[in-house]
């Protein structure tokens, strides 16, 4: 079997969006005659799923090996934060890249032939690191997989680093054998940067395991009509339409204790709408559970909700990328409320779906956004099944199929 080298500084135990595609990757492309090494960390800024089989993995190589080296990357990586973070930047991994992922590869590209490597962002670390093996193994076919847009990304603000991100962006781009893009949006942003290398991209959707079972589960007897948001509230993703809409809607007897609960799990931050939440959930329309939860719990929560709530980003050049939730809320089932930009990916995802819901854009007009979550709860919370084009267009295995595909040289 060929073998295909799968770089990503995120990969399981650590549990997060990051780590879908290395995952998939990883296992799927098995199906297609490859066979697959990550070379990965093993040290995480985050609580890590120990339950995954792929953290035992003998094929799965986590550096650094040994307590000290571990104790000594984990300061790395805090310095390597906060270094950044005075930059307004997120993109830890290049010291983990510099250390440890260049010298374990350069040592296994030497004595085993791979017929290519992926990386994988985020972080773009992954790709630094890629950069540096594909300068050192010219031969070697390297794709680059981005989970989120790097330029462009909307949570990066305009300075040295972002200039020096811009130049990262272009050594990537121009080295690369091909380039995955996240959203057909995210590609299109490409192309007019990059005219000239317009025949090295394509496009890696987000999608769903079709290995993993998410199903609606019985919605608790008795509970009045709930939405549900489980996963993190930040900068740049945050319901304020929708708490404003909950605010006027109360205010003028539109809705009632008992017509509907919003209810957010997991971390919280709601910044200047702190006293608006508080206000909100002191008459019981929001619950608040602001703690990490495993996916395992996390599906089980939305899983047994009368509505799904996705929150979605708008930046100024359009919405690159789809929240990996929508995919979970799809397989559930039952209505969603979205709040992304019109025309959207996401809601194009949604308008094929075959699941019922309602799509407002972040920015809409008061009466609007009132008149849709009215709309919402018009929808009976009976269980859809989603459609056949989005089973088989956003597989895992399919997705594997198409990084299979551009391997071989085939044009997907």
């Known amino acids: ?87 307004e930047a997120w993109e830890p991994g290049f010291a983990w890249g510099g250390m440890f992922g260049v010298p374990a590869a350069v040592q296994l590209l030497k004595r085993e032939r791979f017929a290519a490597m992926i990386s994988v962002s ?48 272009h050594d990537i781009f121009s080295t690369a054998d091909c380039l995955s893009a996240n959203t057909d949006t995210a590609r299109d942003l490409w192309q007019q940067r990059y005219p000239q290398y317009v025949n090295k991209m394509g496009v890696t959707w987000g999608g769903f395991d079709p290995e993993e079972t ?15 948001h489980v996963g993190s509230l930040y900068d740049g993703r945050h319901p304020t339409a929708l708490l404003h809409s909950l605010k006027r809607q109360v205010a003028q007897g539109r809705l009632r204790p008992g017509d509907l609960v919003v209810e957010f799990v997991g971390a919280l931050k709601f910044g200047t709408l702190a006293p608006l939440v508080a206000d909100l959930e002191s008459k019981g329309f929001l619950r608040l559970r602001p703690t990490y939860v495993s996916r395992p719990e996390a599906l089980g929560i939305a899983a047994s909700a009368h509505y799904s709530l996705l929150l979605d980003i708008a930046p100024q050049n359009g919405a690159l990328q789809v ?90």
């Open 323 to 412: 929240p990996a939730k929508l995919f979970d809320q799809i397989r559930i089932g039952r209505p969603i409320l979205a709040f992304t930009p019109s025309g959207s990916p996401t809601e194009r995802i949604l308008a094929d779906s075959g699941i019922p819901y309602v799509s407002l854009a972040p920015d809409a007009p008061g009466e609007e956004v009132d008149a849709g979550i009215l709309r919402l709860l018009q929808m009976p919370p009976t269980p859809k099944n989603a459609s056949t084009r989005f089973l088989d267009t956003f597989s895992a295995r399919r997705l594997a199929g198409l990084m299979a595909a551009r391997i071989r040289g085939e044009q997907v």
């Open 1 to 87: 079997m060929s073998r295909v080298l799968i770089v990503s500084y995120l990969f399981p135990p650590f549990n997060g969006p990051g780590t879908q595609h290395p995952t998939w990757f990883y296992r799927y492309l098995r199906e297609y005659g490859f066979e697959t090494v990550a070379l990965t960390s093993s040290v995480y800024f985050g609580t890590p799923d120990m339950s995954s089989a792929l953290s035992q993995d003998p094929c799965v190589v986590q550096l650094p090996r040994g307590r000290n080296a571990r104790r000594l990357t984990y300061q790395l990586y805090h310095a390597e934060l906060w270094a950044q973070l005075r930059f």
């Open 122 to 169: 985020p972080t773009v670390s992954s790709h630094w690191t890629a950069l540096r093996l594909k300068r050192r193994f010219p031969d070697l076919k390297w794709i680059a997989d981005f989970q989120d847009p790097f330029v462009g990304n909307p949570f990066k603000k305009e300075n040295l680093v972002k200039r020096l991100e811009s130049r990262l962006e």
């Open 214 to 228: 998410v199903n609606a589960l019985p919605i608790p007897p008795g509970e009045p009509p709930v939405m549900k």
